[in-house]
Every structure is written in structure tokens, then in C-alpha cells.
């Protein structure tokens, strides 16, 4: 079984939707992360959290938002959804020491 | 501004070649990692070298950090194309608790 999962894998909604994507992780890490990775730009931070009670915004949160519901289950939540959050979407856990994340397999979402 | 510069951006070589990613920075790292992506996955960690000068072997692949921990170089020889995929490296700059900072790839295509 995957360490890292996502659903759904892919989604297609429109202009103006919310929309939810889930994380799950059996590795019991702490930490777990959120990128939107786009061709060409790479992976780039949306939100991060160390544990429950710890979220921190990373460099292109505008237009999402979390939820960190156990040590295990991370979401992100799109509220508005424009054509521009077209991406692949990543879920990482991540450990110390040194720091080392694990990637679950990404939602494809697509935003008409 | 990118923290972690990747270059080539792509590369495309016959079966057998040798080659070299590079990943630059005028910043110190205490850690950097290489990821493997392949189309439809999330990145899966390579290897993580810490020691300024390392030089770490995973078969057919040689990764070293620089001496001033602000750059890394990914070697392959003798490229199949099982080595087909996005290289990824990124670094922890120590300071940012939890935080990765990821370079934007090289995408490789190994023909048969």
C-alpha cells in the first residue's frame, strides 16, 4: 500500500467551484506539505504544517486554504477555483534530520 | 527569484551517453536532495548528500555536493531509457524549519 495518498488522482470542475483535495499518510510523520507544480515552474509551496495545531502559508497560498484533521489527513481546498489553479497537485510528509519528504502520486485538476 | 538554478532545462541523448545535471546556488544548503519524476508520480527521493565534498554512487548514478554546500551535480553513465524522467533537486537552507526549496528540473529523455 502507498504511504502517501491523494484523491481524488484527477478532477475537472468549473469557474467558481469549491473544490477539496485529500491527503492521507501512513508513514507517521509530523509534517506534511502542499505544492502545485506547473511546466516549466517546478514545485512551489502552498501551505505547510508541522502538526496539528500548526499551519503555515508557503509562497502561493492566495486562493486556497487547509485543513489539517489528524496527524494523518491533510486537505486543501480550493474556494473559488479559477482556470489559473490548473496544476498537478502534490501531498508531502516529511521528516528531519536531514529533511527528506515523501510525495504521494498528485491530483491532475483541471479548471474550465 | 529561484533559489536552486537547474540547468540543463532539458536534455535528449541516446542510449549509452553520459551526462551531467547541474544544481547551482549562491546560497548555503545543510542538505540537498535529488528526486526522480515520472509522468503520472510524485517525486521520488534519489539521494541526500550533507557533507560538503560528498560523493554518493546509487549504481549507474554519482551525485556530488560541492565543497561550499551551494551546489550538487547529478551524473549518469551510460543512460538507458529506464533513466527517462524529470530530475529534481532541493535543498534545505537550514534556517527555514521544515522547508525544502526545489530547483525547477531537467526533464530527460534517454532514446533506445
Same mark, same amino acid.
Given at each position: 500500500d502507498a504511504d502517501v495518498t491523494q484523491t481524488p488522482r484527477n478532477r475537472i470542475t468549473k469557474t467558481g467551484k469549491r473544490i477539496m483535495l485529500e491527503c492521507s499518510q501512513t508513514?507517521?510523520?509530523d509534517r506534511m506539505y502542499w505544492y502545485r507544480q506547473d511546466p516549466g515552474l517546478g514545485l512551489r509551496l502552498i501551505y505547510y504544517s508541522f502538526d496539528v495545531k500548526d499551519i503555515n502559508k508557503g509562497e502561493i497560498s492566495d486562493g486556497y486554504s487547509v485543513s489539517? @484533521?489528524? @496527524?494523518a489527513k491533510f486537505s486543501l481546498s480550493l474556494e473559488s477555483a479559477i482556470p489559473n489553479q490548473t496544476a498537478l497537485y502534490f501531498c508531502a510528509t516529511g521528516k528531519e534530520g536531514p529533511e527528506t519528504q515523501y510525495f504521494g502520486p498528485g491530483t491532475r485538476l483541471l479548471v474550465l | 527569484t529561484q533559489l536552486l538554478e537547474q540547468s540543463p532545462q532539458f536534455l535528449s541523448i541516446q542510449e549509452g551517453e553520459n551526462l551531467t545535471v547541474y544544481c547551482n546556488s549562491s546560497s548555503v544548503f545543510s542538505s540537498l536532495q535529488w528526486y526522480r519524476q515520472e509522468p503520472g508520480e510524485g517525486p521520488v527521493l534519489l539521494v541526500t548528500v550533507v557533507t560538503g565534498g560528498e560523493v554518493k554512487k546509487l549504481k549507474r548514478l554519482t551525485f556530488q555536493f560541492g565543497d561550499a554546500r551551494k551546489d550538487s551535480s547529478l551524473h549518469i553513465t551510460?543512460?538507458?531509457?529506464?533513466?527517462t524522467g524529470l530530475y529534481l533537486c532541493a535543498g534545505d537552507?537550514?534556517?527555514?524549519?521544515?522547508r525544502l526549496y526545489f530547483g525547477r528540473g531537467t526533464q530527460l529523455t534517454v532514446w533506445p
Open positions: 508513514k507517521g510523520h489539517r @484533521q489528524a @496527524q | 551510460a543512460a538507458q531509457p529506464g533513466d537552507r537550514g534556517s527555514t524549519l521544515g
